[in-house]
């Protein structure tokens, strides 16, 4: 049995997607809200990803800039890649746990208020490929 286990850690070793990439958890904003935003920004390069997000004029954009920021200085520190020659490989928002909460209505009854939380996360790909040569 430890034998496969070790098989298993090497074959992930292996296929391991080794892009750039950074993930936001709980964020408290509607994952539906947050996909409107990357679907912008999908598959352009860095450099107009950041600029389309600082005129975006909606609440996920900043938080999408603040994620997109951290894969691009995970690229350059953790890869040495260059920032300019980043694009956005992909970008998808997951739902998180959700907080209900009640409000009060008429005659004693209630209402459910769901409160959405959502996991963002931004792949980056340099556009030549990787250093080893491999197309992330």
Do not use: W
Not at 8 to 35: G, L
Not at 112 to 118: P, V
Request: with cysteine; proline share 4%; glycine share 6%.
């Amino acid at each position: 049995m430890a034998k496969r286990i070790r098989e298993k850690t090497e074959f992930r070793k292996e296929n391991k997607d080794m892009r750039p990439k950074a993930v936001a958890k709980y964020i408290r904003m509607s994952p539906y809200k947050v996909r409107q935003v990357l679907d912008i920004i999908r598959g352009k390069s860095y450099t107009e990803a950041a600029a389309i997000l600082e005129v975006t004029p909606r609440a996920a954009a900043s938080v999408i800039k603040k994620v997109l920021d951290s894969a691009a200085a995970n690229a350059e520190h953790n890869l040495s890649l260059n920032k300019d020659e980043l694009t956005v490989a992909s970008a998808f928002c997951d739902g998180g746990p959700t907080l209900k909460r009640m409000m009060p209505r008429a005659r004693g009854s209630a209402n459910r208020i769901l409160k959405r939380t959502s996991h963002i996360t931004i792949v980056l790909d340099s556009e030549g490929g990787l250093k080893d040569g491999t197309k992330g």
